[in-house]
Structures are given as structure tokens and as C-alpha cells.
Nanobody, 122 residues
Framework: QVQVVESGGGSVQAGGSLRLSCAASGYGYNSYAMGWFRQAPGKEREGVAALDSFGSTSYADSVKGRFTISQDNAKNTLYLQMNSLKLEDTAMYYC????????????????WGQGTQVTVSS
């Protein structure tokens, strides 16, 4: 059974930084894509960043230059380093895993975590 668990959310002032973590377990294949998505109240879920097992990454235009996605294969952990946070980054952030090994910010991933809240205040 595949499990995806996010952690690291919290409250931060605008301009600050946070690092989200995502632990994935139960997925027994070497090819995959993993990504971060977010959903603000009243808005649709949107892709933030993704990577695949070939080392490719993809970012939403709104976070390019501020967010960095990375992984620690030894720990089966995905990270999202978020710098220069803005008020509009406030959302529930979700981690997702998919067997199609293409880094993409479209929300057609198969396995999803429960989310971790990020709140940016002025």
C-alpha cells in the first residue's frame, strides 16, 4: 500500500522561508514522478513543482526562482524549499506520487497525501 505523508507546514511572515517534506512508502518501482500541489480556499488545486526519476524538474511560473524541489533517495523523501514567500502562497500543500515518470505540474497523480498547511502573513 502506497503512503504519502507531508510535514513541515506552518506560519511564516512574508519574505520568509519554509521547507516541506514528503515521505513516500510502499511504492516498489524505480520509475516515478513526485510533485507538490497546493489549494487555497475557494480555488482549484494547482501544481507547484515536480520531479521525475530521470532527474527532470518542472515548476509553476508563479514559484520559479523562489521554490526548489529536491529528493533524498536514501530517505525516500521529497522536499520543497520555499523562499521569499508571498501572501498568495498561503494554501494547503499536497505531495503526490505517480508511476508515469514525467515531471509535470498537472494534477493527474495517483497517490496523494493529506496535506500540510502553509500560511504566509504580512
Amino acid at each position: 500500500q502506497v503512503q504519502v505523508v507531508e510535514s513541515g507546514g506552518g506560519s511564516v511572515q512574508a519574505g520568509g522561508s519554509l521547507r516541506l517534506s514528503c515521505a513516500a512508502s510502499g511504492y516498489g518501482y524505480n520509475s516515478y514522478a513526485m510533485g507538490w500541489f497546493r489549494q487555497a480556499p475557494g480555488k482549484e488545486r494547482e501544481g507547484v513543482a515536480a520531479l521525475d526519476s530521470f532527474g527532470s524538474t518542472s515548476y509553476a511560473d508563479s514559484v520559479k526562482g523562489r521554490f526548489t524541489i529536491s529528493q533524498d533517495n536514501a530517505k525516500n523523501t521529497l522536499y520543497l524549499q520555499m523562499n521569499s514567500l508571498k501572501l498568495e502562497d498561503t494554501a494547503m500543500y499536497y505531495c503526490a506520487l505517480d508511476s508515469w515518470p514525467v515531471a509535470r505540474v498537472s494534477a493527474d497523480f495517483e497517490y496523494w497525501g493529506q496535506g500540510t498547511q502553509v500560511t504566509v502573513s504580512s
